[in-house]
């Protein structure tokens, strides 16, 4: 990794329930840091996430989390950042219109 690369980027971490998601996206996070990246970790599972306060678990919901949390991890990533995400995304259509 070169800390004088500008370009940003989205890591998009997804998996099951309870399979490291959360631990793996920090752990990713800190050692971009490391290296001198500017770094945004957005976690889904995050009580405290404003981006998705509020959704529950229908599909609905779990379609506007992932929306959400794209939208201000392409934000980052268009401005030079990286954006570490680690969200629960079941649905292939929100996977897809991240993408």
Do not use: C, I
């Not at 957005?42 to 379609?63: F, I, M, N």
């Amino acid at each position: 990794m070169d800390a004088q690369q500008s370009g940003g980027v989205v890591v998009w971490l997804t998996g099951m329930a309870r399979t490291g998601k959360t631990t793996l996206g920090a752990q990713l996070a800190r050692r971009f840091a490391v290296v001198g990246r500017r770094v945004e970790f957005l976690d889904g599972d995050d009580p405290d996430q404003l981006l998705t306060q509020g959704l529950g678990v229908s599909k609905e919901d779990r379609l506007a989390a992932v929306r959400r949390l794209g939208y201000v991890a392409r934000l980052l990533a268009r401005n030079g950042a990286v954006a570490v995400v680690a969200h629960l995304s079941p649905h292939r259509e929100a996977r897809d219109a991240v993408r």
